[in-house]
């Protein structure tokens, strides 16, 4: 597994995605990718990870880690710190509906 120290750079797809593993703000390459399928469009809108064996176990453990330690963080952080999160995400997402 892929620790803090050896983050490996991402590979871009020539569609323009990046093929990458992101967990605990860690990336790491893709096991056994799958593709993503948009079913709007019928297109592959981007891929995710499918490990296998004890690769996918410590790949769940270190994903359920990553989340219980950002929720402690999360829940201290002001009302209106997590509100500008959430609303610049939003913002995001609207600006870039057309290609998600």
Do not use: F, K
Request: aromatic share 2%.
């Amino acid at each position: 597994m892929t620790t803090a120290s050896e983050t490996t750079t991402p590979a871009r797809r020539s569609d323009g995605w990046i093929a990458t593993d992101l967990v605990g703000g860690v990336t790491g390459p893709l096991e056994n990718a799958l593709d993503v399928v948009n079913p709007a469009t019928g297109r592959v809108c981007g891929q995710v990870s499918q490990p296998l064996g004890d690769a996918a176990r410590a790949r769940a453990i270190a994903a359920a880690d990553a989340a219980a330690s950002a929720s402690a963080a999360w829940a201290d952080t002001p009302a209106r710190a997590r509100a500008d999160v959430l609303l610049e995400a939003a913002r995001l997402l609207s600006e870039r509906v057309e290609e998600i």
